[in-house]
Nanobody, 122 residues
Framework: QVQLVESGGGLVQAGGPLRLSCATSGRTSSTYDMAWFRQAPGKEREAVAVINWSAGITYYADSVKGRLTISRDNTKRTVYLQLNSLKGECTAVYFC???????????????WGQGTQVTVSS
């Protein structure tokens, strides 16, 4: 089993930065890849960033390239999502997810955190 706990969400002004964290525990060896998803009100959950845990290779959705950065700290077993130049459209619940092989689809992930709310005010 893998446990994931997100933190760092909150209310932020448009244009500001925010860093989300996802603490992992359980069977989270370097064989698991990690992803951040977001779900805006009335919309489907979508992937925004993926990281290969062992090699650190990253992938981003075209809509967020240049504004989001995913990273991991192996020592702390934590994955981060740095959000910059936030816009109202970034308002969503952000989830981290873990799976043995990185993917871009919700259905491919077995383990999920509870989510953290990010609200961008104008």
């Amino acid at each position: 089993q893998v446990q994931l706990v997100e933190s760092g969400g909150g209310l932020v002004q448009a244009g500001g930065p925010l860093r989300l964290s996802c603490a992992t525990s359980g069977r989270t060896s370097s064989t698991y890849d990690m992803a951040w998803f977001r779900q805006a009100p009335g919309k489907e959950r979508e992937a925004v960033a993926v990281i290969n845990w062992s090699a650190g290779i990253t992938y981003y959705a075209d809509s967020v390239k240049g504004r989001l950065t995913i990273s991991r700290d192996n020592t702390k077993r934590t994955v981060y999502l740095q959000l910059n130049s936030l816009k109202g459209e970034c308002t969503a619940v952000y989830f981290c997810a873990a799976e043995r092989l990185a993917a871009w689809y919700v259905a491919k992930y077995s383990y999920w955190g509870q989510g953290t709310q990010v609200t961008v005010s104008s």
